[in-house]
């Protein structure tokens, strides 16, 4: 249960840095708010990992 968690906070995370990302490019440019999807990237390849490991201990 602890990492189903884990993968969802991860998920909501990426949500939340793309959200966050989109908003910075309307109001500051690509320039400032790359970070954002960046962080979104890794949010979303950390998910996929935690979904993937839960998957497989699940088995």
């Given at each position: 249960?602890?990492s189903?968690?884990?993968?969802?906070?991860?998920?909501?995370?990426?949500?939340?840095?793309?959200?966050?990302?989109?908003?910075?490019?309307?109001?500051?440019?690509?320039?400032?708010?790359?970070i954002?999807?960046?962080?979104?990237?890794?949010?979303?390849?950390?998910?996929?990992?935690?979904?993937?490991?839960?998957?497989?201990?699940?088995?």
């Amino acid at each position: 249960m602890k990492s189903k968690l884990r993968a969802y906070m991860w998920l909501f995370l990426s949500i939340l840095c793309f959200a966050a990302g989109i908003h910075q490019t309307f109001y500051r440019g690509i320039g400032e708010s790359y970070i954002f999807f960046i962080f979104t990237i890794f949010a979303l390849l950390f998910f996929l990992y935690h979904r993937n490991r839960h998957k497989k201990n699940s088995n």
